[in-house]
C-alpha cells in the first residue's frame, strides 16, 4: 500500500475521492451526520496523498531518475560521469570500452519495461529491463556513421548506501537474441558472431 501511495497519488486520490463522495452521497439519502463527517475526511486526506507522494522518493523512483541521468550523460559523452555508478572495476573496464568504440549523438531511453526491486535480499537488488535508442558514429574506418538503433538493455543493480550501483548490464537487439555488438559477462561477443 505504501508504494501505491508514494509512487500513484493519482490511484490513491481516485480511491479516496469514490469513498468519500460515495459516502457523501450516503448521507444525503439518510441524513446521517456521521456518514458525512467520514466522507469529508476521505476528501480531505486526498491533498494529503498527493504531498506524502511528493515528499517520499521510494527505491524505484530513485532507480529511475539514475537511468535517465546516466543516459544523458553516455548522450553528451561524458564517459566518466556513464560509469561512475558501475560497481566491479572490471565491469566499468568493459563499459568504457564499448563506450569509447562509439561517438553517441543521441542516447534516449524510449520505454522502462520493468524495475522490479527484490527488497528480501541483503543488500537489496533491482532488475531492469528498459528500451533505448541511441544514435551512433563508430571510431574506425569502415565503422557506421550517424546510425539511429534500437536496443533493449538488461541492468541488475544493488543497493549500497543510499545509492544503486550497476552490479551487471547487456544489451541486445530489440528483436532476437545477441548480435555482434551483444557481449555477455567478462566482455566477451555472443557465440557464433
Known sequence: MFR????????VS????????????????????SIALAGLVFVALIP?????????????????????????AVERNDH???VTVIADPELEA????????????????????KIRVIEDTYPPQADIEMMVKVKVSGKGT?????????????LT???AGDDWLITEYQHLPIIGGPDKYSTYGGGRPAQGN
Not at 48 to 72: G, H, K, P, S
Not at 100 to 107: H, I, K, M, P, S
Open 142 to 154: 569502415n565503422a557506421i556513421q550517424n546510425v539511429q538503433i534500437p536496443r533493449k538493455l538488461l
Open 94 to 113: 568493459r563499459a568504457r570500452i564499448e563506450l569509447q568504440n562509439w561517438t553517441f549523438g543521441l542516447a534516449k531511453v524510449t520505454q522502462i519495461n
Open 157 to 159: 543493480m544493488e543497493k
Open 80 to 82: 566518466d560521469s556513464a
Open 14 to 33: 481516485l480511491m479516496l475521492g469514490a469513498m468519500g463522495f460515495g459516502l457523501l452521497y450516503g448521507w444525503l439519502r439518510s441524513g446521517n451526520k
Open 48 to 72: 494529503l496523498a498527493w504531498f506524502i507522494a511528493n515528499q517520499v522518493e521510494t527505491d524505484r523512483e530513485q532507480i529511475q531518475v539514475l537511468i535517465y541521468t546516466l543516459a544523458d
Open 4 to 11: 501505491l501511495l508514494a509512487e500513484e497519488p493519482l490511484i
